[in-house]
């Protein structure tokens, strides 16, 4: 038989693939696979810790920066067209990031309630 002719990366040059007589053997066999990955729901509120207070400290972070620009700007009572347009941008930027971040933490805080809430009670097919 003869040998099939398939392109290399580079289409240019045709490369000879040589079968074997094991037609039926699969591309990755048992031993090249991972093993299954295992999930500990043992340190699951301590990822959820983590989580929220990654969220509250970079929300607590926003908002302090927009208070500290909002303090900063009151300190100069005539503004420039320039400072004006920084103040908006700043004001803009760290209200619209803590505004994300309190949403981020909101939702987080919501989905964690939730499979707790719902599991504890049985449910039928009607239900669902």
């Not at 620009?69 to 920084?86: T, V």
């Amino acid at each position: 038989m003869y040998p099939h002719k398939t392109l290399s990366k580079h289409f240019d040059t045709p490369q000879n693939i040589h079968h074997t007589d094991r037609t039926n053997e699969s591309f990755t066999t048992d031993s090249e696979k991972p093993p299954p990955k295992t999930f500990s729901s043992d340190n699951q509120p301590h990822r959820n810790l983590i989580e929220l207070l990654w969220r509250f400290l970079l929300t607590f972070f926003s908002l302090s920066l927009l208070l500290l620009s909002l303090w900063q700007f009151s300190k100069s009572q005539p503004l420039s067209k320039w400072e004006q347009r920084w103040f908006n941008l700043l004001s803009i930027l760290f209200s619209g990031s803590a505004s994300l971040g309190l949403g981020s933490l909101l939702g987080y805080l919501g989905s964690m309630l939730r499979w707790p809430l719902l599991a504890q009670t049985s449910y039928k097919i009607q239900d669902v």
